[in-house]
């Protein structure tokens, strides 16, 4: 017997409609290319996304069509994603930070007719516009005066494109599992693949990441939205934000610790996402100004792991509360996060942030386990570690145009390319990718483990830890470290510091100092540029 309640499909337009009838008036703030910070509102931005919708319709877009954009966040930004998927449209996030050859794959393979780019971006778009033959038009997301002479083919400007569109336009209609967006992944090997969202697992997902549990956000909210959008959904704060009415600041192009500062400080945000090397740097300014951060509540962390001193310093100076995230791009993004549950709130401090500093739970919609090689669920005991796997209403069971073919095993599970432990409260634990996993002696070596104790030490800016190849234990691990501005450090420094914090067995053979450290599309350190930087270093012990 089926339950009579309506059949009600998640489409997204619904989420900025609901927006729109309910928090008209809750402004989105956006730091503009040009410096200049602009204001709008959920009303707004709803009745320009509609107007966007029916000029698109004009220029011939509709359903199923991909649509570039690449941009920062900013209110047009959220503009377009919602004039797209009003009408069943794709948006496509082209991450800026990509290789132009990259850059290039995933336009062609993704068959972008159109691209939406920021100011920062014409000349970047010019110069590999010819490489992207089957995009048609190129929207510039500018005030009219600001328009720029350019050659991008069948340029417009974005307020232009506005102008010609009226509100009166149908949105939604079509299936919940229509697609609705597409983000590929910076891929590590091989091309980069596409992960495909549909409107219900984007709905879904911003439900869950606005709970209480999870990010524990609320309409009386006010977010720096850091993260970019071109970053798996801006981690899911695009669709939680209009859903739970929360005020949003976008930071533009500026990421930087002094920038960051400000909006936090002028537009008393409560709550914040964005990866540690954002927070190193903020935290970094605050000390150097002797600046405090009075309205903010807490911060998510997550894309990498959150250092214990990014932690401990946001505790014990600053009053906030850092909660770690752990995801994927294939996950929508919201995996795992790690909240203060009962079961661990009245521990002392040391013992609960040695919880905090964990990956933490999944909500309902992610299920999670982790087996040995052989594909055997290991116990969730807290030690034995292996392949973390997950499944769900918001993981991707594909990847766009079939590549990569079947990514999941028999019983829908995705291996996530991370090694983890479960404790026996729940609280799982990313103990490193599979690939960066320091092989010594037929034992494992955590490389995240150890970047976290040597960023404990206070000459420390950014830590780095790959495996060399070693005669007699296979792997051994190489320490690479970034020193803070004016501080001197030894190799025997760091590792003086790091005895009694670390298994013994686990000591870097040793200890190198680099001016900096090759960075990833989404901001991550690129193991795989470390290890072929460091491919013909000898380690002093081998
Ligand atoms: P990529 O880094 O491959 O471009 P994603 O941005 O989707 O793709 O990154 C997902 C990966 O980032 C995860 O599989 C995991 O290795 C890492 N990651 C994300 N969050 C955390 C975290 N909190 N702690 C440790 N690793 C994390």
Known sequence: MLGLMQDWPLTCDKIITHAKINYPEREIISRQVSGAITRTNYGEVHDRARRLSSALIKRGVKLGDRIGTMAWNNARHFETWYGLIGIGAIYHTLNP??????????????????????????PLL????????????????????????????????????????????QWGGFDENTACGLCYTSGTTGNPKGVLYSHRSNTLMGMTAAMGSMMNVTGSDVCLMVVPMFHANAWALTFSGPMAGMKLVMPGPFMDGK?????????????????????????????????KLPYLNSVLIGGSACPRSIMETFDKDFGVQVIHAWGM???????????????????????????????GKPPLIVEMKITDEAGNELPRDGVASGILKVRGPGVSKAYFGGEGGD?????????????????????????DRSKDVIKSGG?????????????????AAECAVIGLPHPKWDERPLLIVVLKKGQK??????????KGKIAKWWMPDDVVFVDELPHGPTGKVSKLDLREQFKDYKLPTA
Not at 329 to 358: C, D
Not at 489 to 498: I, T
Request: proline share 4%; net charge negative.
């Open 126 to 169: 010019e110069a590999h516009q010819d490489a992207m033959p089957g995009v048609k038009s190129f929207v510039i997301m500018c005030d009219r005066d600001e328009m720029p002479k350019t050659s991008l083919r069948g340029a417009e400007c974005f307020e232009d494109l506005i102008d010609d569109g009226d509100e009166e336009v």
């Open 259 to 291: 920038s960051i500062y400000e909006l936090l400080d002028g537009e008393k945000c409560s709550f914040s996402a964005a990866v540690p090397t954002v927070w190193l740097m903020l935290l970094n300014y605050l000390e150097d100004n002797k600046k």
């Open 443 to 459: 034992e494992w070596i955590s490389s995240i483990d150890l970047e976290n104790a040597a960023m404990g030490h206070k000459a």
């Open 97 to 122: 930070r990509l290789f132009p050859e990259q850059l290039k794959y995933i336009v062609n393979h993704a068959d972008d007719r159109m691209i939406f780019l920021d100011l920062t971006f014409v």
């Open 489 to 498: 450090a030894k190799a025997k420094d760091f590792q003086k510091f790091l």
């Open 407 to 431: 990514i999941l095993d028999a019983d829908g599970w995705f291996d996530t390319g991370d090694m983890a432990s479960i404790d026996p409260l729940g609280y799982m634990q990313i103990t």
């Open 329 to 359: 791009t294939e996950t929508s993004p919201l995996g795992t996060i790690s909240q203060v549950e009962p079961e661990i709130a009245h521990l002392p401090y040391e013992e609960q942030l040695s919880y905090r500093l964990k990956q």
